[in-house]
């Protein structure tokens, strides 16, 4: 079982940056793939990035590559989204979640964080 809280959302301007955190609990937590994903209003929730559990491996979606990076700090059961040149359509809820398949689907995470807001004005 992981427990997953996500913080570090707010309100931005257009260019600016955030550093979301999701702290996991549970002692397995190491040994999970590790995702973020998003979900603006009134549409379906997309994949953002993913890290595995050694954080040898990082994906970004094309709509981040170059402005958002994804890392882990498994000393502090952290996964870490660094969101930089953010534009008006990166405003949505954020999500971390967590899965045991090493390189996964979105439908194959099994934990869920709630979610923190980001709103990103022009």
């Known amino acids: 079982q992981v427990q997953l809280v996500e913080s570090g959302g707010g309100l931005v301007q257009a260019g600016g940056s955030l550093r979301l955190s999701c702290a996991a609990s549970?002692?397995?937590?190491?040994?999970?793939?590790m995702g973020w994903f998003r979900q603006a209003p009134g549409k379906e929730r997309e994949f953002v990035a993913s890290?595995?559990?050694?954080?040898?491996?990082?994906y970004h979606a094309d709509s981040v590559k170059g402005r958002f990076t994804i890392s882990r700090d498994n000393a502090k059961n952290t996964v870490y989204l660094q969101m930089n040149n953010l534009k008006p359509e990166d405003t949505a809820v954020y999500f971390c979640?967590?899965?045991?398949?090493?390189?996964?689907?979105?439908?194959?995470?099994?934990?869920w964080g709630q979610g923190t807001q980001v709103t990103v004005s022009s």
């Open positions: 890290i595995t559990r050694g954080g040898i491996n990082t």
């Open positions: 979640a967590a899965t045991t398949v090493v390189h996964p689907t979105t439908s194959e995470y099994n934990y």
């Open positions: 549970g002692r397995t937590y190491i040994t999970y793939t």
